[in-house]
């Protein structure tokens, strides 16, 4: 839709959800640190819904925050066949921000390195994450925003517990692998769905990716068709496992490494902070909306099939 022909409602509608994204992206940033007083901001624009909100609301925090912060866009064109060129050119102008278009074919290099019919997400990923480090070393950038939100990273905690049995995902902030950048994730308290809805009422230019955006069988789509059925049956499922990743018990995990279960004892119990009464207390239980029948109605075997790693 057209923001400039919004009906009065839809006006309304539009400023409540501008002002939550505003909030929840600010409350992220604040939390963790994420932008200093200084801080030259690289935002990775792919030219998805997600990482045209995240400038879009960065942008309006950088106009009413306390601290001075630079943004430069960054987009890297992949040489994708029918790649429309002008586009985030042509956008990135009219905002008149500073931007840069980095040129790299890791198209060619992922067709000619992955089989027919095999998914190119994993590679290309990895090539295109290392040419956007280079490039916020190059343009001197502080910090690396992604676009990622908090269905992302709920789907990455089960994907990794599904596939390579580790109880971890990405987190709103952290170091680089290759140790020299700083990488953000405004976006993170933010649902997919309130982004969509942003992004449809700004009417953003949105490009599709023609390399991977058919390639829907995929265990990440299987993982996102399980959560979108928790949130439809149980609404507010998906938050909470958001929030649990927030509020860690080490004591009440399985983990040698990140609790000294092999010296406890009961002289050290005074230390512990948490202990076995699991769901005796209800009050401690979040409680999330039932199905309509009153009872889950999810059925893991209704998923859709899982391709190889």
């Given at each position: ?8 409602l ?15 992206t ?10 200093e007083?200084?801080d030259?901001v690289?935002?990775c ?5 997600d ?21 430069i866009?960054?987009n ?17 102008e ?13 198209y ?6 992955i ?16 040419i ?7 343009l001197?950038?502080?910090k ?8 992302d990273?709920v ?7 599904f ?10 902030k952290?170091?680089?692998?290759d140790k ?6 405004p ?9 969509k ?18 390639q ?8 996102k ?43 050290r ?11 005796d207390n ?13 009872v ?13 790693l």
């Open positions: 839709m057209n923001p400039e022909n919004l009906t009065a839809e006006k309304k509608q539009f400023a409540k959800l501008n002002k939550k994204l505003r909030h929840e600010g409350k992220a940033i604040i939390d963790y640190n994420m932008i007083d200084g030259r690289m935002v624009l792919s030219g998805g819904a990482s045209y909100t995240m400038l879009d609301i960065l942008i309006q925090l950088q106009a009413a925050a306390p601290i001075s912060f630079d943004i866009a960054v890297l064109d992949q040489k994708q066949p029918g790649f429309p060129e002008d586009i985030l050119p042509r956008y990135l009219n905002l008149g921000i500073e931007y840069k278009i980095v040129q790299k074919d890791t060619s290099i992922v067709k000619d390195k089989p027919e019919g095999k998914t190119t997400c994993s590679l290309c990923s990895r090539l295109r994450r290392g956007l480090y280079n490039a916020a070393v190059e001197r950038a502080t690396l925003a992604l676009g990622h939100h908090a269905d990273i789907e990455t905690l089960f994907l990794n517990m596939y390579g049995a580790k109880m971890k995902t990405m987190p709103p952290l170091i680089s692998d020299r950048n700083i990488v953000i994730r976006l993170a308290y933010c649902r997919e769905a309130d982004i809805a942003y992004s449809a009422f700004k009417a953003f230019p949105i490009i599709p990716c023609n390399l991977c955006g058919s829907e069988n995929l265990q990440r789509q299987a993982v068709k399980m959560l979108a059925q928790w949130d439809e049956a149980n609404p507010g499922r998906v938050n909470n496992c958001f929030n649990s990743i927030r509020n860690i018990v080490p004591s009440h995990l399985a983990d040698l490494k990140a609790f000294d279960f092999v010296n406890m004892d009961l002289e119990a005074d230390e512990l902070t948490e202990f076995d009464t699991a769901f209800e009050i401690d239980v979040i409680p999330t909306a039932q199905s309509k029948s009153g889950e109605n999810f059925d893991p075997n209704e998923m859709v099939t899982i391709v190889e």
